[in-house]
């Protein structure tokens, strides 16, 4: 990928989780770049948004000029991991949104911020994925959105016991409410990477003249 056999994430370092999902993909054999200006998006094979504060990262990804080329970039297909508020950036509806706040879409769906109440509601509890073997994961929620409506070009693909859904993926982009980082856990990541993959292999070879 990208002239590597690692794959080359970016991690949107603007706030929020980066050092959690940084080492989880390090984990797993990737070069992680952190990004926070346009020139660093240069080369990467996929893109984690990771959980923070939505309207903060907005605001912040518009100072430093990285937002439009990040809604490009992933109208173009770029692989995408979005979590928690990584989730929210990704959709193309925000229900609750502050004044003014924007996002880069992507995802068919209508997410509600904070669905899951304040910082002091966090829990821990396990999720089905649909399409990952073994046990359920085990995952934080933390201020966490809910998806309230999927279009026709999205699916779910994780819901709680009482019917929220909590996962959703479309082309290459997936978006998860919770926090797997945080947990130990990596099978989420190493989806994603598998998406990362196939990308790879459909992209044009260039040949030698």
């Known amino acids: 990928m990208a002239g590597s056999s690692a794959p080359r994430i970016g991690v949107l370092a603007l706030q929020g989780d980066v050092r959690e999902h940084s080492a ?18 240069d080369g990467i094979d ?8 939505s309207s903060v990262m907005d605001k912040l990804s518009r100072i430093f000029g990285v937002a439009q080329p990040l809604r490009e970039a992933i109208a173009a297909g770029l692989p995408v991991l979005g979590t928690c508020a990584g989730l929210i950036m990704v959709a193309h509806h925000i229900e609750d949104a502050i004044a003014g706040q924007e996002n880069f879409g992507g995802l068919d769906v209508t997410v509600r911020r904070n669905a899951f109440g304040a910082q002091v509601d966090s829990f821990e509890t396990s999720v089905t994925v649909a399409g990952m073997s073994g046990p359920a994961l085990e995952v934080a929620f933390i201020r966490a959105p809910e998806v309230t409506a999927v279009g026709p070009g999205a699916r779910v693909i994780a819901s709680l016991a009482d019917g929220r859904v909590v996962g959703v993926a479309e082309g290459n982009i997936i978006g998860v409410a919770f926090h797997p ?29």
């Open 24 to 41: 989880v993909l390090r984990e797993l054999g990737c070069e992680v770049v952190e990004i926070r200006l346009p020139a660093h998006l």
């Open 181 to 209: 980082e945080i947990t130990g856990e990596d099978r989420i990541h190493r989806m994603f990477l598998n998406v990362v993959a196939q990308r790879s292999l459909q992209r044009p070879v260039a040949l030698d003249a």
């Open 46 to 53: 996929g893109l984690v948004i990771p959980g923070g504060e």
